[in-house]
T-cell receptor, first 112, second 116 residues
């Protein structure tokens, strides 16, 4: 099956720093989403981005589907950015229907 | 505030108990999902309902029984669970796009289950 790899697995930043998170996937995908899971478990959808670049405040994402990777940029990080960032790819199942598969995540801690 | 509401937020049950997790959305979405997440792991898909019909069951043990009473509600009935079933259970919904693709996923806050 498809492999979804995220790097780095863990990241510690000083407040105000910038960072880039990467998601590689081993096969063609129908779509890709980035999520932030806060320390209480809530998963927030950050981007729905099959290709191209999108921006939302201090966050932006770029997906290059032909090269099978996506990047999430966090600028001027804040302590509230702490949590786990998941990349999730949408694939078509051989048995029919679509399925969303999550990468292992990047665990981010932003220090004050 | 999340637009997908899950209850209860926390549940402790014994292995012989029967309990249910509930999920509700009022975004008009036609696809709803149950995911299971163990500590420090990514969410894993359990079930997908599309237009109130079960479309995907990811080989989940029968002690988990999903139900979709209407397009806004999704239940997960639990019976004879094992301690290893302790996890965060996440409900999600999506609009559903042309061709059957799910579209953007919206998650609830989850129900944290402990099986003693």
């Amino acid at each position: 099956g498809i492999q979804v790899e995220q790097s780095p697995p863990d990241l510690i930043l000083q407040e105000g720093a910038n960072s880039t998170l990467r998601c590689n996937f081993s096969d063609s995908v129908n779509n890709l989403q980035w999520f932030h899971q806060n320390p209480w478990g809530q998963l927030i959808n950050l981007f729905y981005i099959p290709s191209g670049t999108k921006q939302n405040g201090r966050l932006s994402a770029t997906t290059v589907a032909t090269e099978r990777y996506s990047l999430l940029y966090i600028s001027s990080s804040q302590t509230t950015d702490s949590g786990v960032y998941f990349c999730a790819v949408e694939i078509y199942r051989n048995t029919g229907g679509f399925k969303t598969i999550f990468g292992a995540g990047t665990r981010l801690f932003v220090k004050a | 505030d999340t637009e997908v509401t899950q209850t209860p937020k926390h549940l402790v049950m014994g292995m012989t108990n029967k309990k249910s997790l509930k999920c509700e959305q009022h975004m008009g979405h036609r696809a709803m999902y149950w995911y299971k997440q163990k500590a420090k792991k990514p969410p894993e898909l359990m079930f997908v309902y599309s237009y109130e019909k079960l479309s995907i069951n990811e080989s989940v043990p029968s002690r988990f029984s999903p139900e979709c009473p209407n397009s806004s509600l999704l239940n997960l009935h639990l019976h004879a669970l094992q301690p290893e079933d302790s996890a965060l259970y996440l409900c999600a919904s999506s609009q559903g796009l042309a061709g059957g693709a799910p579209g953007k996923l919206f998650f609830g806050e989850g129900s944290r289950l402990t099986v003693l």
